[in-house]
């Protein structure tokens, strides 16, 4: 049998295996796949280290919005066999 998923809930993150790092939106998802957006990108002119890696922050989604944004490109779906 394989390994239980673990619980993914509102406003956890998420590191895919490029490095990528996304902030999960809300409880329910389909079973493929996660719904969040990028929070943290790798990039050498990053603020802050992860692993021994510089990150940036992704400046396009608002810090303060509270409901789904209106820009389709602002969220996007994380692969569960990618994180």
């Known amino acids: 049998m394989g390994r239980a998923l673990p619980t993914i809930r509102d406003r956890d993150y998420l590191l895919d295996r490029s490095g990528v790092i996304f902030k999960v939106i809300g409880d329910v998802h389909p079973n493929s796949h996660w719904l969040g957006y990028v929070k943290y990108h790798p990039d050498e002119r990053g603020d802050r280290t992860l ?23 602002a969220t996007s779906t994380l692969p569960r066999s990618g994180a």
Do not use: L
């Open 51 to 73: 692993f021994g890696k510089t990150y940036r922050q992704n400046t396009v989604v608002s810090k303060a919005f509270g409901s789904w944004p209106t820009a389709p490109s």
